[in-house]
């Protein structure tokens, strides 16, 4: 094509399943004075071009472009394909032109499928509202295709809106390999433990043989007899969603000063409740919940006074919430193998709450539904779906993959947790007819339903503080971004595709054409006004990344060591206050193979499967406003860690699972 090229074209097939091509493509740019070049087929001779995954660049001489002004401005590129070749299937991630003459580069943001033969007009920079979109056919007919292949399911009665089918170009790229049960096999074998894989545990020394550099020893194995770390559980590990200051003591919970007199310092209950000194911990929600044959998950209720030194400890366990003879106060002032049983099984119930709601019901498959939705409503084009895009990553595969793989039939959860598949898919189901966009998830709203929003109060939960920045930074974030493009109340108004992806967010789930079903979402359908979509977008990101990583990367570190946290226990839970042993203990674990199975599994889904938050793996976003606001929450978060890092020198315990390089962007794991 010349040695002096005017034009170079890069074109970036995206890293999708099948998204290559055999095909023969061409390509006119337009300049921003309405002029056009001629077809420029876009062919290197003896290469393969656009190939998954690869950048492929393509010279263009003076006569193809004599057309065009000299010096102006390359305004969009018009290209398309035939379906020559046997693989024309064609995902285009972006176009780059970079004229020679004037140093100029354009950027075509695509990220879409090609289809045979139709013209495809991209805008430089390509972000738009619809009714700004000179190209509003095209948009539609693409957002019409997606809504074929983006459709809902129930994979079980009650259960959120799930993908029907994975489209292909969500599978996993070919860089990130997750394959459970390979990994899981190759752990196991790493480890040279296939001799610890029958029979029960005959002593807690045995269980201590287990670690090594496969599996590393558990912060929860040095820890787990401690009350002040019991404490640290309720707010600074993978569930500190149920902590609420206490206010009055429930009815059902009939604790008495003659119990609480040598646990409070001197005070009297009123004192420490009047002194905001006591917390409670209510799983009332796993009543009556389904269990595996032979199994028994409590109802617990637990609660905690903060001592002087401005530490957490529990005081009481109700272990069922209905008091009576057989249901006793448990205190630590009894004895003291039967306390530490019975935090266990206190443990073993926020276990199933852990796995069941604060971790794949309330992130995973919300946000599944989100996912779905968008791609359903929002145009690749639109600024909002480039805002999102990033924390979408991997989503819908590994949602997809890990129900088939964990909570299937006879899987994972049917082996290690004590409720089974049933009883967590029955647990999702109430919640999710509980959780509200508005509240639960939106912190500072959680917050100050549970009466924490005050730091003063529980000076020692750490996920409150560290979480209240990420939000408040996320929210500015968000904030910024959403008035670039709606700078007045009508350009919101008219905008379809936000409306009616937000129409689409509250749909019933059970409804003919489907829809998420979420509660609390401000407008319920109709957005008047910015804050409300700023609320809801803020809320979706936190979800994607913060709230996820703290509710799954603590994973390992707590399940490891199954006197720690049990995800399952045996036999009967204690209805006296009988002196327990060592053996009792053992003897509720589970057994060598379930153990090592939780070990396993554990350890993968801890790892950090994407980039940490705002170091995004695809670029969705190139709007040089957009970009300023992308580096201004890079800024952001950068004083979060060094925030963070600063705290943690002064905790008794750091807390370091919300440090921003350990957070990614999306929930790929």
């Not at 809902?152 to 029907?164: C, D, E, F, R, S």
């Not at 299937?408 to 009883?423: A, C, F, L, R």
């Not at 839970?573 to 379930?594: F, S």
């Not at 190139?622 to 860690?641: C, S």
Request: glycine share 6%; aromatic share 10%.
């Amino acid at each position: 094509m010349g040695k002096n090229p005017h034009f170079v074209i890069n074109v970036r097939t995206g890293d999708r399943k099948y998204a290559g091509t055999d095909a023969n493509v061409h390509i006119v740019l337009h300049d921003d004075a309405g002029n056009r070049s001629d077809e420029i087929r876009l062919d290197n001779f003896l290469h393969d071009d656009f190939e998954r995954g690869q950048e492929d660049r393509f010279e263009v001489g003076d006569r193809q472009v004599s057309s065009l002004e000299k010096h102006g401005r390359v305004d969009q590129v018009e290209f398309w394909r035939d379906d020559a070749g046997l693989g024309s299937g064609w995902f285009v991630e972006k176009i780059t032109v970079e004229n020679r003459r004037t140093n100029r580069l354009y950027v075509f943001p695509v990220f879409r499928w090609i289809r045979p033969f139709d013209h495809y007009f991209i805008r430089h920079l390509d972000t738009s509202l619809p009714q700004d979109d000179p190209h509003a056919q095209q948009r539609e007919k693409e957002l019409e295709e997606k809504r074929g292949t983006y459709t809902y399911t129930q994979k079980a009665p009650g259960l959120p809106a799930q993908i029907h089918t994975l489209p292909s170009d969500e599978q996993f790229s070919s860089d990130y390999k997750w394959d459970i049960m390979k990994k899981k096999i190759q752990l196991v074998a790493r480890s040279k433990l296939n001799h610890l894989l029958s029979g029960s545990w005959t002593t807690l020394v045995d269980i201590m043989n287990v670690y090594g550099n496969t599996f590393p020893r558990p912060r929860g194995a040095d820890r787990w007899r401690n009350d002040l770390y019991f404490g640290l559980q309720r707010t600074s590990c993978q569930n500190p969603y149920l902590i609420e200051l206490c206010k009055a003591i429930p009815e059902k919970f009939p604790v008495t000063h003659a119990m609480l007199e040598p646990l409070l310092e001197g005070l009297t209950i009123q004192q420490a409740l009047d002194g905001r000194r006591l917390f409670l911990c209510d799983l009332h929600v796993l009543q009556d919940l389904s269990v595996k044959p032979g199994f028994v998950c409590c109802v617990p209720m637990s609660l905690f006074f903060l001592d002087k030194d401005d530490q957490l400890k529990p005081v009481a366990i109700q272990l069922f919430q209905t008091p009576g003879p057989d249901n006793p106060i448990f205190l630590p002032t009894d004895d003291e193998t039967l306390w530490t049983l019975v935090k266990m099984w206190y443990n073993n119930a926020d276990a199933v709450h852990h796995q069941s709601l604060a971790h794949l019901g309330f992130t995973h498959l919300l946000m599944e539904g989100v996912v779905i939705c968008t791609n359903r409503q929002l145009s690749p084009s639109h600024p909002v779906f480039k805002l999102l895009a990033p924390h979408f990553l991997y989503l819908l595969a590994i949602n997809t993959r890990g129900v088939e793989t964990l909570i299937s039939e006879n899987g994972w959860v049917d082996k290690t947790v004590t409720v089974g598949k049933s009883g967590m898919f029955e647990l999702i189901s109430r919640g999710i007819n509980i959780w509200r966009l508005d509240v639960h998830g939106t912190l500072p709203e959680d917050l100050k339903r549970r009466g924490l929003d005050d730091p003063k109060v529980l000076p020692c939960y750490h996920f409150r503080d560290d979480a209240l920045l990420f939000y408040h930074a996320i929210r500015k974030y968000v904030t910024s971004y959403v008035d670039l493009y709606y700078d007045t109340p009508e350009k919101l108004a008219g905008d379809t595709e936000i409306q009616r992806w937000a129409a689409e967010l509250v749909m019933p789930r059970d409804n003919d054409k489907g829809g998420c079903g979420l509660l609390g979402v401000p407008g319920n359908g109709s957005l008047t006004c910015t804050d409300q979509l700023v609320t809801i977008l803020t809320s979706i990101i936190y979800t994607c990344s913060v709230s996820h990583a703290a509710a799954n990367f603590p994973q390992y570190d707590e399940y490891g060591f199954p006197p720690n946290y049990p995800a399952m226990l045996r036999g009967q839970p204690p209805t006296n206050k009988e002196p327990r042993t060592d053996k009792d203990i053992l003897n509720a674990l589970p057994d060598r193979l379930t153990t090592i199975d939780m070990l396993t599994i554990t350890t993968i889904l801890s790892r950090k499967g994407t980039n940490s938050l705002g170091d995004f793996e695809v670029q969705y976003i190139f709007d040089p406003r957009a970009m300023a606001v992308v580096e201004e929450f890079r800024r952001d978060l950068k004083k979060i860690g060094e925030e963070i890092k600063e705290r943690n020198t002064r905790r008794l315990v750091p807390y370091t699972d919300l440090d921003p390089a350990v957070v990614p962007n999306s929930i790929s794991i």
